[in-house]
């Protein structure tokens, strides 16, 4: 097998929203997204909505961001403005975590 350091890292970070709660949830993300954007050593994010059941009471999203380093994301959440902006958002926080790519492969058709 094959493994594939990169030296950027990745947060992975879940969030359970009460389905009454969806735009609640939105509104503090894209406020704590703007803040991240801004940061040195942030590259992309992407938030991913689950494909839950309609009747469901609540739903499932998912924030994957990539960084530069690790040093450099706990730089940006060590900051008081974020930890000001950032309460709301964590009240539906699952428990984030950094990743590094360990391996990687990709079909040769794509």
């Known amino acids: 097998m094959r493994r594939y350091f990169m030296n950027y890292v990745t947060l992975?970070?879940?969030?359970?929203?009460?389905i009454n709660q969806e735009q609640e949830f939105l509104n503090a993300?894209?406020?704590?997204?703007?803040?991240?954007?801004e940061?040195?050593?942030f590259i992309k994010t992407?938030?991913?909505?689950s494909l839950s059941d309609p009747n469901?009471?609540?739903?499932s999203f998912?924030?994957?961001?990539?960084?530069?380093?690790?040093e450099l994301f706990m730089e940006a959440i060590s900051q008081?403005?974020?930890?000001?902006?950032?309460?709301?958002?964590?009240?539906f926080s699952s428990g984030p975590k950094l990743y590094q790519v360990f391996y990687q492969a990709k079909a040769e058709k794509y």
């Open 62 to 70: 998912t924030n994957v961001a990539v960084w530069q380093s690790s």
């Open 56 to 59: 469901a009471a609540s739903v």
């Open 12 to 18: 992975i970070h879940p969030f359970e929203v009460n």
């Open 80 to 91: 008081e403005r974020f930890k000001l902006i950032s309460r709301e958002v964590l009240t």
């Open 39 to 41: 940061q040195k050593g």
């Open 46 to 49: 992407k938030l991913y909505r």
């Open 29 to 37: 993300w894209n406020i704590v997204d703007q803040y991240m954007i």
